[in-house]
């Protein structure tokens, strides 16, 4: 069982759609969580990251931390044509500079 | 104005070969990694080095040496390749908070 485990997808929604997309992990001594987004072709780019519990937005990116049940959430609202990517949940824990990923989920929004 | 450089981006060679990819970041970062994703996106963590100084070594055969000329540059040198090394290669960078890792485009390696 990998430690950090995402649906592959794809996941195919209608533009201005919610895009709704989750994590769940295995290692308690994850601390921080992170989203990165690739296109096709590309390296990954950070798009959101948060500390322990709880929730963060940016624009139209909400993503949502619950330690206790281990799981994380990026909620994408209005979405476009040029959110289709793949997106990558990745955790550490407090000490050191490792990022576990997740599979990563690939995001196809029609227009 | 590339951040993070690799070459090369494509790389076709037959088994048994000896290779190497490149990697320069220009954004001032002490620590940069090397990264395998495989053809299910699986991205895994090679190798760290903070200031030309190896901090990460994840379970890779030996096969696979990495080289920190100065902490601007990454490289890695790959042995007798096999068939099992066919994967996307990334070098990535960051400040000292490693959440913000700066990837660059991926080195696309096929072994024939």
């Known amino acids: 069982q990998k430690e950090v485990e995402q649906d592959p997808g794809p996941l195919s929604v209608p533009e201005g759609a919610i895009v709704s997309l989750n994590c769940t992990y295995s290692?308690?001594?994850?601390?921080?969580f992170m989203w990165y987004r690739q296109y096709s072709r590309k390296g990954p780019e950070l798009l959101m990251y948060?500390?322990?519990?709880g929730n963060k937005e940016d624009g139209r990116f909400t993503a949502q931390v619950d330690k206790s049940s281990k799981y994380i959430s990026l909620f994408i609202r209005d979405s476009q044509p040029s959110d289709s990517a793949t997106y990558l949940c990745a955790c550490r824990n407090a000490a050191g500079n490792k990022l576990t990923f997740g599979g990563g989920t690939r995001v196809l929004v029609k227009p | 104005d590339t951040a993070v450089s690799q070459t090369p981006k494509y790389l076709v060679t037959q088994m048994g070969n000896d290779k190497s990819i490149k990697c320069e970041q220009n954004?001032?970062?002490?620590?940069m990694y090397w990264y395998k994703q495989d053809s299910k996106k699986f991205l895994k963590i090679m190798f760290s080095y903070n200031n030309k100084e190896l901090i990460i070594n994840e379970t890779v055969p030996n096969r696979f040496s990495p080289k920190s000329p100065d902490k601007a540059h990454l490289n890695l040198h790959i042995n007798s390749l096999e068939l099992g090394d066919s994967a996307v290669y990334f070098c990535?960078?960051?400040?000292?908070?490693?959440?913000?890792?700066?990837f660059g485009p991926g080195t696309r390696l096929t072994v024939l």
């Open positions: 954004l001032g970062h002490d620590t």
């Open positions: 948060t500390y322990s519990s």
């Open positions: 990535a960078s960051s400040p000292p908070v490693a959440d913000t890792q700066y």
């Open positions: 290692n308690s001594a994850f601390q921080y």
